[in-house]
């Protein structure tokens, strides 16, 4: 089992709509989890942080914690085509970033 | 601030050369990472280094895989022979002890790296 999971997509959704990325993580000691965006031939940047159970917002950004189930989620409200990426998940274990495959979303216009 | 440098940004090599890789942190970043992205495997992490010293290679995927970074300012990673199954996006990131777990990692513009 890799350490964290995502289903690779592609998810297509409508402009103006709820995107909903999941990503899943084995290591229960993680304690950070984060959200990349990474446009097409491009390097990733950090969009979101979270570090304790619940909800964090960030403009139209909201990240998910949920420990006990080891589920982390990213959803982006009011899509627009320019929200069309891939959105790598990661986990921090000991300064080491540990990232997932991947969501390819494609906004529609 | 000039952002993290890489450099090639893309090689096309045959196999069994050696490459080169090099990357130029931003300067007073003490953290830097190396990782490989292939859309099978993702973005993997090679290795890491803190005050330009190796923490963990456990990435690294075998012998033929090695990486320096004499000083602060300078890091590479070479590939002696190359492979087809190289052919991935090495991305050179950097960080700085304050921020490095909170996510800010700083990432070049990678380099393709094909290996016919």
Same mark, same amino acid.
């Given at each position: 089992q890799k350490e964290v999971e995502q289903n690779s997509g592609p998810l297509s959704v409508p402009e103006g709509a709820i995107a909903s990325l999941n990503c899943t993580y084995s290591?229960?000691? +993680? $304690?950070s989890f984060f959200w990349y965006r990474q446009y097409s031939g491009k390097s990733p940047e950090l969009i979101m942080s979270i570090y304790s159970n619940g909800d964090k917002e960030d403009g139209r950004f909201t990240a998910q914690l949920n420990k006990a189930s080891q589920y982390v989620s990213l959803l982006i409200r009011d +899509? $627009?085509? +320019?929200?069309s990426a891939t959105y790598l998940c990661a986990v921090n274990v000991a300064y080491k970033y540990i990232f997932g495959t991947g969501t390819r979303l494609k906004v529609l216009a | 601030d000039a952002g993290v440098i890489q450099s090639p940004r893309h090689e096309v090599t045959e196999m069994g050369q050696e490459v080169t890789l090099r990357c130029k942190p931003i300067s007073g970043h003490d953290y830097l990472f190396w990782y490989r992205q292939t859309m099978m495997r993702g973005l993997e992490l090679l290795i890491y280094f803190n005050n330009n010293v %190796?923490? =963990? =290679? @456990?990435?690294? #995927? !075998? =012998?033929r895989f090695s990486a320096k970074m004499p000083n602060a300012s300078f890091s590479t990673l070479k590939i002696? #022979? @190359? !492979? %087809?199954? =190289?052919s991935a996006v090495y991305f050179c990131a950097s960080s700085y002890s304050d921020r490095v777990?909170?996510?800010e990692l700083f990432f070049g513009e990678g380099s393709r790296l094909t290996v016919l």
């Open positions: 290591d229960r000691v +993680s $304690q +899509s $627009q085509p +320019s929200d | %190796p923490i =963990d =290679d @456990s990435g690294m #995927p !075998e =012998d002696q #022979p @190359s !492979e %087809p199954r =190289d777990n909170t996510g």
